[in-house]
Each structure stands twice: as C-alpha cells, then as structure tokens.
C-alpha cells in the first residue's frame, strides 16, 4: 500500500524558504512519477513541480520556475520541494502525489495529506 506523508510546511516572511519533504513507501518508485500540488482558498489545485523518479527529468509551472526545485533521494524514499524567494502568492496547501510514469493516463493515483504553507506580506 503506497503512503505518502509530507512535511516542512509552516509560516514564512515574504522573501523567506522553506523545504517540503515527501516520504514515500509501500512500493519501488522507480516507475512513477512524483509530483508537488497547492491549492488555496477557492482557487483549482495546481500542479507546481514534478520529477522522473529514474532519471531525475523535472518540470515546473511558469508561476515557480528559478525559485522551486523540486528533487529525491532514492536512498530515503523522499521527494523534495525547495522553495525560495516565498510571497504570500505562494500560501496554499501543498500535497505529494504520485502516477505511474507510463499509465494509462497521466492521473495521479497516490496522495499525501498535505501541509499547509502560510507566506506572510
């Protein structure tokens, strides 16, 4: 059974950095592909940053790129999300997700709880 459990969210000042970890179990994820979503208040959940677990190939939303890098250590199971340069813009609540890399469909299957991030202005 796969879990996925984040962590590192929290308040930050604008400005400020925070790390979001993923620790991911219950299977080998070497054929998936991990993603970080947010959603705020009354707004569609977006899809920030994902990462190729086999060959660490990325991708970023445009509203991220040079600020988040997103990245995991097989060694720890973990997928992470490095933010920097917080605004209060980037305040939601930030989940893990996992899909397998060539799925039927590109739907992620697996999900963590989420943890909140808070950027105060």
């Known amino acids: 059974q796969v879990q996925l459990v984040e962590s590192g969210g929290g308040l930050v000042q604008t400005g400020g950095s925070l790390r979001l970890s993923c620790a991911a179990s219950g299977r080998t994820f070497s054929s998936y592909v991990m993603g970080w979503f947010r959603q705020a208040p009354g707004k569609e959940r977006e899809l920030v940053a994902a990462i190729v677990w086999s060959d660490t190939s990325t991708t970023y939303a445009d509203s991220v790129k040079g600020r988040f890098t997103i990245s995991r250590d097989s060694a720890k199971n973990t997928v992470y999300l490095q933010m920097n340069s917080l605004k209060p813009e980037d305040t939601a609540v930030y989940s893990c997700?996992?899909?397998?890399?060539?799925?039927?469909?590109?739907?992620?299957?697996?999900w963590g709880q989420g943890t909140q991030v808070t950027v105060s202005s």
């Open positions: 997700a996992a899909r397998l890399r060539y799925g039927r469909n590109n739907a992620y299957n697996y």
